[in-house]
């Protein structure tokens, strides 16, 4: 697994957070106002967000439907290989046809 599946929610939000130049007043407004010194304190892990505060967060960073949590991550990881699993039959399969195809034309 990589470094990133490590990270708590709150930091992969701030690095988000930061790579968009959002601030963290932009932050607490998203959560209906609540004090900047709440979004420091859980980005330096002192505290932590709901789950409604995360979607919340989420939405104001355009990543609705980003895995955070490892088990989406693990969810996603798993789709992703089944999906490339897929592909690489399909390709497999299109490419056999085509040697067949080629097959014909070279008799």
């Known amino acids: 697994m990589d470094n990133n599946t490590y990270l708590t929610i709150a930091e992969k939000l701030r690095i988000i957070r930061e790579h968009k ?23 330096s892990g002192k ?23 490892d088990e989406k991550i693990e969810k996603f990881r798993s789709k992703l290989f089944v999906w490339r699993d897929y592909t690489r039959e399909w390709e497999a399969e ?3 046809e085509s040697k067949e195809s080629l097959a014909i034309i070279q008799q």
């Open 21 to 43: 130049e959002i601030t963290q007043p932009s932050f607490a407004d998203a959560l209906g106002g609540c004090a900047v010194s709440k979004i420091s304190e859980t980005e």
């Open 94 to 96: 299109k490419s056999q």
């Open 47 to 69: 505290k932590q967000y709901t789950d409604e505060e995360v979607e919340k967060l989420k939405k104001l960073l355009g990543i609705e439907d980003a895995p955070l949590t």
